[in-house]
């Protein structure tokens, strides 16, 4: 579904990614990790459009995406989340999400069906709001919610998470993660998910990708990238 080829991403002579290949099958769950720094985030712009990468090149689903602008990648079937929730404040919840079924999917929707649409959308992450709940209204979960929301309203292919957890407490973290499960199980959607709080990316990815330096140090299976002496240098430092 996803090809990445030896992309690299310079901030004159900083590079955040150096020679990057990640190739991501149809239905896969996969955990991106890596130490702060490491070029998690920066990788995820590149893929949407945000940022376009120094060098190297991006297909999806067999077209070449380098470069695209956002909303291009996005009409194609790429959705994202962010790690800092930026809800529209002005307006509902609600609303919010009906701007990514509105625009996200590149297809003609009637506004009252973008609203049963977007309802549908907040019912899936679990969100309980109403036609009137405006985003000053949530907590931490329910942003994170509405984030997720958001992304689901476009009708994505390919879903990248950026630290969806953060924030969350461990009551908080279980729910979400049998709220992925569920969404991910329900339609087959494939997931490239950052994360930190590596117990619940652990137990639900089937492969982990790690960067370190801007560069990726291990990709396998979570049991045999947790006993990567390379992976676990990177985060703990040499003996």
């Given at each position: 579904?996803?090809?990445?080829?030896?992309?690299?991403?310079?901030?004159?002579?900083?590079?955040a990614l150096k020679e990057v290949d990640l190739r991501v099958n149809e239905?896969?769950?996969?955990?991106?990790?890596?130490?702060?720094?490491?070029?998690?985030?920066?990788?995820?712009?590149?893929?949407?459009?945000?940022?376009?990468?120094?060098?190297?090149?991006?297909?999806?689903?067999?077209?070449?995406?380098?470069?695209?602008?956002?909303?291009?990648?996005?009409?194609?079937?790429?959705?994202?989340?962010?790690q800092i929730p930026r809800p529209f404040k002005t307006m509902s919840v609600?609303?919010?999400?009906?701007?990514?079924?509105?625009?996200?999917?590149?297809?003609?929707?009637?506004?009252?069906?973008?609203?049963?649409?977007?309802?549908?959308?907040?019912?899936?992450?679990?969100a309980k709001v109403d036609e009137a709940t405006m985003p000053v209204e949530?907590?931490?979960?329910?942003?994170?919610?509405?984030?997720?929301?958001?992304?689901?309203?476009?009708?994505?292919?390919?879903?990248?998470?950026?630290?969806?957890?953060?924030?969350?407490?461990?009551?908080?973290?279980?729910?979400?993660?049998?709220?992925?499960?569920?969404?991910?199980?329900?339609?087959?959607?494939?997931?490239?998910?950052?994360?930190?709080?590596?117990?619940?990316?652990?137990?639900?990815?089937?492969?982990?990708?790690?960067?370190?330096?801007?560069?990726?140090?291990?990709?396998?299976?979570?049991?045999?990238?947790?006993?990567?002496?390379?992976?676990?240098?990177?985060?703990?430092?040499?003996?």
């Amino acid at each position: 579904m996803l090809e990445v080829h030896s992309v690299s991403k310079y901030f004159g002579g900083l590079a955040a990614l150096k020679e990057v290949d990640l190739r991501v099958n149809e239905g896969e769950f996969v955990g991106l990790i890596g130490p702060n720094g490491s070029g998690k985030t920066t990788l995820f712009n590149v893929l949407t459009g945000v940022l376009k990468p120094t060098s190297g090149k991006i297909t999806f689903l067999g077209h070449d995406i380098t470069g695209l602008t956002p909303d291009r990648i996005c009409h194609l079937g790429i959705a994202r989340t962010f790690q800092i929730p930026r809800p529209f404040k002005t307006m509902s919840v609600v609303e919010n999400v009906m701007a990514g079924v509105l625009f996200g999917g590149g297809q003609a929707v009637r506004s009252v069906d973008a609203g049963q649409e977007a309802l549908r959308c907040l019912n899936d992450t679990g969100a309980k709001v109403d036609e009137a709940t405006m985003p000053v209204e949530l907590g931490v979960v329910g942003l994170r919610r509405l984030e997720l929301a958001r992304a689901w309203a476009t009708r994505p292919r390919l879903l990248l998470m950026d630290e969806f957890m953060s924030g969350l407490n461990v009551e908080e973290i279980s729910e979400a993660a049998s709220m992925l499960k569920r969404i991910r199980d329900k339609v087959g959607l494939t997931i490239v998910w950052v994360e930190h709080i590596m117990g619940p990316l652990m137990n639900l990815v089937e492969r982990v990708v790690v960067l370190d330096y801007g560069e990726v140090i291990a990709d396998g299976d979570p049991l045999t990238v947790s006993k990567n002496e390379q992976v676990i240098e990177a985060y703990l430092g040499a003996e």
